[in-house]
């Protein structure tokens, strides 16, 4: 029987040098996209590491193919980066989660894509890292408070600071931008103490998850959990259902019908077309998810803008930082009588930040009982109608030109574009222009029409 091999996926947290300090014989790979795990050859009782995986340049390694290698006998441990993520969501299944980003990800302490992303240079380079993980942010705050380096009051300031950042942006320079001079010293103690390793938790945690797979025992390939002569009995092996698609997917899937010949349409369709031109439609998204804001608190044992407070980092003594300010209007930031009710506000703008949980479910929900709900599905019909009839003449822009299209119709003094694509649920121009692109011909019919019909 030949040994069971060892496949590691890291870089930009673990250099190959770094991994093969730990385990010699390991096999290192590049971070894991879509599809590499498939790609390799396996047997019962290999080992398969997922340290690192790609968030933006590549599809992420997905859900079904862990689970499939799974099904073949094959020890999954993910630890420190996408490898934490993807354990706590499949965990139940079978994947082995490791390190303290994991228990994070697992308790709920942390939700967000975006806490472990990091943007970093090409692999020839060996994946150097040019912005800092958020989770790291949160460990050396911590850390640094409890050894008297960083002020608590200046850590929170940092996270939140950092947290309303593309990931993609939190370069140390950009933070230090974003914050008040009196907490660039603290930031400069984190970026020494986390660039040295010492308060780099992806780092600590990606190096002793690796030493727990070198110090395991040895022991007899595991069964491939769908083979039919598995010595565990079936009754013992929780059954966890998982449908291999994508929420978008199975949104769309669920409620796909053909509204005239060739043209099909789903629910997720419907709620684009209230998001996008409905004027109340703001108003019912800020009321669902506030309810679902409100029971994550309630779950926690505390009220909505305790949980709130908490996850943005803010205290009652410190003024709201300023980059939080984009998501709220004017007058809701000069609202000294409704600062309470920030956190709530801010949570539910910036959702994708901090919660992971699809809300388009329980929005949806909520318009299919509206008055409107024939009124929406009859514009997404005039929608895919009007694009029949432009066909080849019209060409469709790129999505964030698209974006910056439509955004004219949301203009109003005292707001600005982040704040009025958070309150219809759009994390930025690229998402807006995307969803745009199938009501763009209908768009310019509108526009058209409008200029042709004249005034009272």
Same mark, same amino acid.
């Given at each position: 029987? #030949?040994?069971?091999?060892?496949?590691?996926?890291?870089? /930009?947290?673990?250099?190959?040098?770094?991994?093969? @300090?730990?385990?010699?014989?390991a096999?290192?790979?590049?971070?894991?996209?879509?599809?590499?795990?498939?790609?390799?050859?396996?047997?019962?009782?290999?080992?398969?590491?997922?340290?690192?995986?790609?968030?933006?340049?590549?599809?992420?390694?997905?859900?079904?193919?862990?689970?499939?290698?799974?099904?073949?006998?094959?020890?999954?441990?993910?630890?420190?980066?996408?490898?934490?993520?993807?354990?706590?969501?499949?965990? *139940?299944?079978?994947?082995?989660?490791?390190?303290?980003?994991?228990?994070?990800?697992?308790?709920?302490?942390?939700?967000?894509?975006d806490?472990?992303?990091?943007?970093?240079g090409?692999?020839?380079?060996?994946?150097?890292?040019?912005?800092?993980?958020?989770?790291?942010?949160?460990?050396?705050?911590?850390?640094g408070?409890?050894?008297?380096?960083? *002020?608590?009051?200046?850590?929170?300031?940092?996270?939140?600071?950092?947290? $309303?950042?593309?990931f993609?942006?939190?370069?140390?320079?950009?933070?230090?931008?974003?914050?008040?001079?009196?907490d660039h010293e603290?930031?400069?103690?984190?970026?020494?103490?986390?660039?040295?390793?010492?308060?780099?938790?992806?780092?600590?945690?990606?190096?002793?998850?690796?030493?727990?797979?070198?110090?395991?025992?040895?022991?007899?390939?595991?069964p491939?959990?769908?083979?039919?002569?598995?010595?565990? *009995?079936?009754?013992?092996? /929780?059954?966890?259902?998982?449908?291999?698609?994508s929420?978008?997917? @199975?949104?769309?899937?669920?409620?796909?019908?053909?509204?005239?010949?060739?043209?099909?349409?789903?629910?997720?369709?419907?709620?684009?077309?209230?998001?996008?031109?409905?004027?109340?439609?703001?108003?019912?998204?800020?009321?669902?998810?506030t309810?679902?804001?409100?029971?994550?608190?309630a779950?926690?044992?505390?009220?909505?803008?305790?949980?709130?407070?908490?996850?943005?980092?803010?205290?009652?003594? #410190?003024?709201?930082?300023?980059?939080?300010?984009p998501?709220?209007?004017?007058?809701?930031?000069?609202?000294?009588?409704?600062?309470?009710?920030?956190?709530?506000?801010?949570?539910?703008?910036?959702?994708?930040?901090?919660? #992971?949980?699809?809300?388009?479910?329980a $929005?949806?929900?909520?318009l299919r009982? #509206?008055?409107r709900?024939?009124?929406?599905?009859?514009?997404v @019909?005039?929608?895919?109608?009007?694009a029949?009839e432009?066909? *080849?003449?019209?060409?469709?822009p790129?999505?964030?030109?698209?974006?910056?299209?439509f955004?004219?119709?949301?203009q109003?003094?005292?707001?600005?574009?982040? @704040?009025?694509?958070?309150r219809?649920?759009?994390?930025?121009?690229?998402?807006?222009?995307?969803?745009?692109?199938?009501?763009?011909?209908?768009?310019?019919?509108?526009?058209?029409?409008?200029?042709?019909? /004249?005034?009272?």
């Open positions: 029987m #030949s040994t069971p091999k060892v496949v590691v996926y890291a870089g /930009p947290t673990l250099s190959a040098a770094d991994v093969r @300090a730990v385990l010699p014989d096999e290192v790979r590049p971070p894991a996209g879509r599809g590499d795990l498939l790609a390799d050859r396996w047997h019962p009782g290999d080992v398969a590491v997922v340290i690192d995986g790609y968030f933006r340049e590549r599809r992420s390694v997905g859900h079904k193919e862990i689970l499939q290698v799974l099904t073949e006998g094959v020890d999954v441990v993910g630890a420190a980066s996408m490898g934490a993520l993807r354990a706590a969501e499949l965990a *139940p299944c079978g994947m082995r989660g490791l390190g303290t980003v994991y228990g994070m990800y697992a308790s709920g302490e942390i939700d967000g894509d806490e472990v992303g990091v943007l970093h090409p692999a020839e380079m060996g994946y150097p890292a040019q912005t800092v993980a958020l989770v790291n942010l949160r460990h050396g705050c911590k850390e408070a409890e050894q008297d380096l960083v *002020p608590a009051e200046a850590g929170r300031r940092i996270v939140a600071a950092a947290a $309303v950042m593309p993609t942006h939190r370069g140390w320079k950009d933070i230090e931008r974003a914050l008040d001079e009196c603290a930031l400069w103690t984190l970026e020494e103490m986390i660039g040295s390793g010492v308060w780099d938790l992806k780092r600590l945690d990606a190096t002793a998850a690796l030493r727990a797979v070198a110090d395991r025992p040895a022991t007899a390939p595991a491939a959990a769908s083979s039919p002569d598995a010595s565990t *009995p079936a009754a013992s092996t /929780p059954e966890v259902p998982f449908t291999g698609i929420r978008t997917q @199975a949104l769309v899937r669920g409620t796909r019908r053909e509204h005239a010949p060739g043209r099909w349409m789903s629910d997720l369709d419907v709620l684009n077309a209230a998001r996008l031109y409905d004027p109340d439609y703001p108003a019912l998204h800020e009321d669902v998810l309810g679902m804001l409100r029971e994550f608190a779950d926690r044992g505390m009220t909505l803008e305790q949980y709130g407070t908490a996850k943005l980092g803010l205290d009652d003594r #410190s003024p709201l930082p300023p980059s939080l300010a998501w709220l209007t004017e007058a809701e930031a000069a609202d000294g009588a409704g600062a309470s009710d920030r956190p709530r506000l801010l949570m539910v703008r910036v959702w994708p930040v901090w919660q #992971s949980m699809d809300w388009r479910p $929005v949806l929900d909520r009982t #509206s008055e709900w024939d009124e929406w599905c009859a514009l @019909a005039r929608a895919d109608e009007a029949e432009a066909g *080849p003449r019209l060409a469709v790129p999505p964030v030109m698209c974006a910056n299209l955004m004219r119709h949301w109003g003094s005292g707001t600005s574009p982040v @704040a009025e694509m958070a219809r649920g759009f994390t930025g121009p690229e998402e807006l222009g995307g969803t745009v692109r199938r009501f763009f011909a209908y768009d310019i019919r509108r526009a058209r029409e409008r200029r042709n019909t /004249p005034a009272d």
